[in-house]
């Protein structure tokens, strides 16, 4: 199946941090990646969906200014969460997509904001 | 309605039997199906997928479409304790574009 890397693993910072997390589809050209939040026991919840060089669409409730997105190639796409709050902490996957084609999805990152 | 409804389970099997996960979605529109297996911790992996009504098998698994009741299964045979896990059914709604409804998924619970 298609290949989609997600660094780092986990983060661990003080409050005020930013934090960028990458995703890279290895094995195939990206149309659209999606970057999802979970926090413990519950569902994934879709933050927004980035298209190849175009702004990202971001799903109600979610800030954009908080979470920045940038998908600078069909490759990769960066989420930057600025100015990190212990309410920020929580499981960060993507996913990468193309088409009609499932989505595959990243490891995840665990961020845990101190 | 939820778009993507699933018993939150859990739904606990023994080993060797067959596990039934439900799903069913609310637009009559949607074009694709989806399953994806997530163990605790973990990110979700992509098990099978299905556009046709119908049945389609690969290995233990089996998903099952039926567009008219707007209703979609997966099937585990010979259920092992590593298939314990959450199961997420996904619809994609928009034809030409990959983004997803999640349900919230069922938890399998397969004891030796």
């Known amino acids: 199946g298609a290949v989609v890397s997600q660094h780092p693993s986990r983060v661990i910072c003080k409050s005020g941090t930013s934090v960028k997390i990458e995703c890279r589809s290895l094995?195939?050209?990206?149309?659209?990646m999606f970057w999802y939040r979970q926090f413990p026991k519950q569902s994934l919840m879709l933050m927004a969906t980035?298209?190849?060089?175009?702004?990202?669409?971001?799903e109600q409730g979610v800030e954009k200014d908080k979470f920045l997105i940038n998908h600078a190639s069909l490759t990769l796409s960066t989420l930057t969460v600025t100015s990190a709050h212990p309410e920020d902490s929580s499981f960060y996957i993507c996913?990468?997509?193309?088409?009609?084609?499932?989505?595959?999805f990243g490891d995840g990152t665990r961020l845990s904001i101190l | 309605q939820k778009e993507v409804e699933q018993n939150s389970g859990p739904l606990s099997v023994p080993e060797g039997a067959i596990a039934s996960l439900n799903c069913t979605y609310s637009d009559r529109g949607s074009q694709s199906f989806f399953w994806y297996r997530q163990y605790s911790g973990k990110s979700p992996e992509l098990i099978m997928f299905i556009y046709s009504n119908g049945d389609k098998e690969d290995g233990r698994f089996t998903a099952q479409l039926n567009k008219a009741s707007q209703y979609v299964s997966l099937l585990i045979r010979d259920s092992q304790p590593s298939d314990s896990a959450t199961y997420l059914c996904a619809v994609n709604k928009n034809s030409g574009y990959s983004t997803l409804t999640f349900g919230k998924g069922t938890m399998l619970l397969v004891s030796p």
């Open positions: 980035s298209n190849e060089g175009s702004k990202a669409t971001y």
């Open positions: 996913s990468a997509g193309r088409g009609m084609q499932p989505q595959h």
């Open positions: 094995d195939f050209q990206a149309t659209t």
